[in-house]
């Protein structure tokens, strides 16, 4: 531990309980489309109105990510969870009890929104990347989302599950006690940054940390790599909502079993748990910019070959777990990447900032998907445009520029 770790804490505690929290955040996220055809059919919703929930849901995740991010970066790790735990649970709780649409929005779009912002990638990992050696970060940042993964493994058969034994309601109201969980789980990330650790941060990624908070921000916006960054993670957001929460009907409408999707999905998680690890492993080692150029590219083609080829229950399984290699793949890179060039600091909120590019792709995942098939009868639309969004993602990451931003400043005033 002491060659990996440097922290003023214990690095097994935080490690631990934010490998945890991820997996209780994630997981009750990833299951979400299970739910879309019983409370659809209970209420007498068309889908676009369970989707354009779902699609809030992830907007707001991403608006509130960056704020979440700076309260992590001032205040410490555990305020900022605390809040989003108990927001999270007050949606879950007026999920069960919707009986409107506009209820649906307020609980499922707005408080879970918000929940999921303060318990996931941006506040978690970004104390992870402040414990672990330049060398190592990734490597960290791959064990956070693959701890991720795993709920989304677990909690797709447990969801449905639930679903079958208890109905929708009942099975919501049983995940309120899981997110109780992450009360507790949210003191071992608590406290905030250490003056002496600061510095070692800076020392470490041969950054210069500005002044303040907006200083970062004015600093990472006058760089286009950190524009490409934003507007190329906006397809992971656009691809994997579209498959979470649509492919479970997908399959449903093509005559295949009900209880498919959820393990499909939750193949997705298994083999994204193997993903995650290899992506943070790589990303050490390799080209960060490369490897997500890559990734998005090879997404495209999975996706290509499994509308072409015969629908089966084979040809799903074999779709899932190789989505799965490239499904969360890109979270320990992208935030390596703004760790990387734009230092540790504040790295919670511009991640957070960046973050928010993955959910306007989110937002859109979920609800294009839901209106495509309103309007047409089919998904066939927003599957040839989540492969389109692939290839212009695997184009967006090869400019940018990998090398620190103060080293990258120091040169051109040298050049000067």
Known sequence: MPTLFRSLRSPLTIVVCGALMMLICNGLRANSGLWLQPMSLAHGWGREVFALAIALQNFLWGVGSPLFGAIADKYGAGRALVTGAVLYGLGMAGMAYASTPAELYLSTGMLIGFGIAGTS??????????????????????????????????????????????????????????????????????????????????????????????????????????????????????????????????????GLPTTLGASAIAVVGLSNIAGSFLSGWLGGRYSKKLLLS?????????ILVFILSPLSVFSVYVFAACMGLLWLSTVPLTQGLVGQIYGLRYVSTLVGVVFMGHQIGSFLGAWLGGKIYDMTGSYDLAWWLIIGSGFYAAVMHLPIREQPLALRRAADLQAV
């Open 294 to 302: 890559g990734l998005y590219f090879l997404r495209s083609v999975v």
């Open 121 to 254: 990638y941006t506040v978690v990992l970004g104390v992870f990347s402040r414990i672990a050696r330049p060398e190592q970060r990734s490597l960290l940042m791959g064990v956070g989302t693959a701890a991720g993964s795993m709920g989304q493994f677990i909690m797709l058969p447990v969801g449905q599950a639930w679903i079958n034994s208890v109905g929708w309601q009942q099975a919501l109201l049983l995940q309120l006690g899981l997110i109780a969980l992450m009360l507790p789980l949210a003191y071992g990330l608590s406290g905030r940054p250490q003056q002496a650790q600061e510095e070692l941060l800076q020392s470490s990624t041969h950054t210069a940390t500005p002044v303040g908070l907006m200083d970062a921000l004015r600093e990472a916006l006058r760089d286009r790599s950190f524009h490409l960054l934003f507007w190329g993670y906006f397809t992971c957001g656009f691809q994997v909502v579209f498959i979470g929460l649509h492919l479970p009907s997908y399959l449903v409408d093509q």
